[in-house]
């Protein structure tokens, strides 16, 4: 009896003591909650904090502790067992261990959720985990806390040991380790000394050797680490590489670096700085090109084509010999030399050979390329092996048109007897001629080859030619009877449409040199029913609609050639008739005469026209007429008006003022002679002297 008082009397101490001393710190999930109640067996286990914050008390049911502190938390499970347990004055709860509830997940061996003590780091949960698999990542750590997320350089901490690199664990965080990329797409058994020897990094900072190499792999930057130290960790060169194109890209700048140099020189300043991120590439040797400070290329037509190592007292004849000499089809006379600066010095070695040329050829330097082209064959098909600085091309009908080389001593006389003459189509009397000029320009010209053989004038009358130049025969005239079975070969896009009163309505070939009167022409002009004061002109190359006018006529009176449309391939041209269907022409571009003329009807009228010229037109007025009172009838956008014409006080006065002002769409009425007042007077009298005259009859018999 007296050992359970004393112990009653230690645990009522004991929770006073701690109820004085109770931790503020709030709860978390996976903390411990000792509730203590004397003679309860039920409450003898701790208890911890779910996920959803709450302890499961016996008997009672969840209870939320999450956040509160260890006296908030009592507060909370002695009112929630008060439902359950009377006497809870000797009830005691706090907590016995803090924890933290950890998801490790990714390469690891055992990934899934673990529960940590309070001070566990990063390394305590890998380790829980059962610590990292060959191949992990160890530089891009994920830490997952709600809806942030933290990279983790585990690398950097296990290279430096510093915690401060390690983030505080927060119970619910998650852990991602991911793998390598290093390790592939398939999983196989890992083997870290293929990683080893692959390089020693995986950063952003790392360098990348590859090529010619013993080990090429990503290599950790260094600041102290030179280019040699970086190939030496990369196993040295192999006996393949080119050392002397070794290739460093620093920065996005590529450089070159001639390894064989600097271990001739010993000179460190030809050894390129390193930065983070830099590639280096060792090519192989025969995949080289072969340069250098002394180093003169031959090409062309010589028997040993190549580079070859030059000395400062070597001549252009003895590279040349040196290289061969010149093969039996090279063409001496054109040989070219190649400066490192882009120009170009024209060598005759014939001539100089031959003392035509006093010039001696010209020094030869270091990079400098020497070209010896081929002779042009005339039975060769391939044009490529003159240069259009030393050829003229002959078009048109000629036996043989094509690219000619030219010289400068040779005439157009020379020229087509060399591509066989003109062809029996051929029009000689009208030879385009395009010559280039100094300037840059080409000058345009035309031989009439009749006029000069019919007249037996000297050479020196004949066009001067230069290399460069394009001469063009035209064929005479052809008059194809029958053409419209090739109608299929003549795109629509260079085409042009001409319809109506023409001579050859159809499909023309037509080109933008060409104007209005070209095609006109080309469909052998109007018919004689034609009518050319409107003819229309669809154009289809724009993006709407739009159709223009011509007045043929107009053009022909006045010569002015901006009446004429400007035609493209693809419009269409439509001449009228001039007897087509009245319902063709609208109201708005006619005139209606009507009444007492001979031929009263609509005409056409335009401004320059007047009111005599359209009765003349309509055949004059009838012998019935009432000339004194011609009603014009005039219409307008605002409003219509009438007027009358006296045409015998007209022709009396001759006052071109008087005559009234016409527009098409207007009308023009002639009244007859009974329709005037004095005609009616006389009719009223005629029939009342007739009335009275029956009267009087009737009255005698």
């Known amino acids: 009896m007296n050992r359970f008082v004393f112990r009653m009397i230690a645990i009522a101490f004991l929770a006073a003591t701690m109820t004085v001393s109770a931790d503020p710190t709030p709860l978390q999930q996976g903390d411990l909650i000792k509730v203590y109640l ?288 010149p093969t039996r089809f090279a063409e001496t006379r054109a040989i070219r030399l190649i400066k490192p600066d882009g120009r170009v010095i024209k060598v005759d070695l014939t001539g100089y050979t031959e003392g035509i040329v006093a010039n001696r050829p010209p020094p030869v330097g270091a990079g400098d390329a020497i ?68 300037e840059g320009t080409m000058l345009a010209t035309k031989f009439d080859l009749d006029a000069f053989i019919k007249s037996g004038a000297a050479d020196t009358a004949l066009p001067t030619l230069k290399a460069g130049a394009t001469i063009r025969i035209h064929s005479l005239p052809d008059d194809p009877t029958d053409n419209k079975s090739q109608w299929v070969r003549q795109s629509s896009e260079t085409s042009i449409y001409v319809f109506g009163e023409v001579g050859a309505p159809g499909r023309y070939k037509f080109n933008e040199v060409m104007h209005f009167l070209d095609i006109l022409s080309a469909a052998d002009g109007p018919t004689g029913n034609a009518d050319i004061h409107n003819i229309r002109i669809s154009h289809r190359n724009n993006k709407y609609a739009r159709v223009s006018k011509v007045n043929l006529a107009m053009y022909f009176e006045t010569g002015d050639d901006y009446l004429l449309p400007k035609v493209m391939p693809g419009d269409t041209i439509y001449i009228p008739s001039k007897s087509r269907h009245w319902l063709d022409e609208s109201k708005e571009s006619t005139i209606r005469v009507l009444g007492s003329v001979n031929k009263p009807g609509r005409y056409r009228f335009d401004d320059t026209m007047t009111i005599l010229d359209l009765l003349a037109q309509a055949g004059g007025t009838s012998d019935a007429a009432y000339l004194e009172k011609i009603t014009v009838v005039n219409m307008s956008c605002c409003a219509d008006q009438a007027r009358t014409f006296d045409l015998p006080e007209f022709s009396r006065t001759a006052r071109f003022e008087d005559l009234p002002v016409l527009r098409a769409g207007d009308t023009v009425y002639v009244p007859n002679k009974g329709e005037s007042q004095w005609q009616k007077v006389r009719t009223g009298l005629n029939d009342l002297f007739q009335v009275v005259s029956l009267a009087s009859l009737i009255g005698v018999l």
């Open 38 to 325: 004397p003679g309860e067996d039920m409450l003898k286990e701790p208890l911890s904090v779910n996920r959803n914050g709450q302890i499961v008390l016996p008997e009672v049911g969840p209870v939320y502790v999450l956040g509160k502190s260890e006296e908030a938390a009592s507060l909370a499970v002695k009112e929630a067992l008060s439902i359950a347990f009377k006497d809870l004055a000797n009830l005691n709860v706090y907590v016995q261990e803090r924890r933290k509830i950890i998801n490790v997940l990714g390469y690891v061996e055992s990934p899934g959720e673990y529960i940590l003590p309070a001070e566990s780091s990063l390394q305590m949960a890998l380790h829980a985990a059962g610590g990292l698999r060959n191949g992990a990542q160890l530089n891009r750590i994920k830490l997952m806390r709600g809806d942030q997320e933290f990279v983790i350089n585990y690398k950097a901490y296990l290279d430096s040991g510093d915690n401060a690199l390690l983030p505080g664990l927060v119970s619910l965080d998650s852990i991602f380790i991911p793998a390598s990329p290093k390790i592939g797409n398939v999983e196989v058994e890992f083997d870290p000394a293929k990683i080893a020897d692959a390089g020693d990094a995986a950063d952003e900072q790392a360098i990348k050797v590859f090529g010619e190499v013993n080990s090429p792999g990503t290599f950790s930057y260094s600041p102290k680490g030179t280019l040699i130290d970086l190939l030496m960790r990369a196993g040295g060169v192999t006996r393949w590489a080119g050392v002397e194109q070794v290739r460093i890209i620093t920065d996005g700048e590529p450089k070159l670096f001639n390894l064989k140099q600097y271990l001739d020189t010993g000179d460190k300043t030809l050894v390129p700085d390193l930065m983070p991120g830099a590639t280096v590439f060792v090519p192989r040797q025969e995949e080289e090109i072969k340069s250098g400070g002394n180093t003169v290329y031959i090409m062309g037509e010589v028997a040993r084509p190549g580079a070859y190592d030059g000395k400062q007292e070597a001549t252009f004849i003895d590279i040349l010999a040196n290289a061969g000499g």
């Open 371 to 438: 070209f010896v082209p081929e002779k042009a064959d005339v039975n060769d098909d391939s044009w490529l092996k003159v240069a259009p600085s030393r050829a003229v091309r002959v078009l048109g009908e000629v036996a043989n048109p094509g690219r000619v080389e030219w010289a400068d001593e040779m005439s157009l006389l020379d020229l087509l007897a060399h591509v066989g003459g003109p062809t029996a189509g051929a029009d000689t009397s009208t030879i385009d001629i395009v010559t280039p000029t100094a």
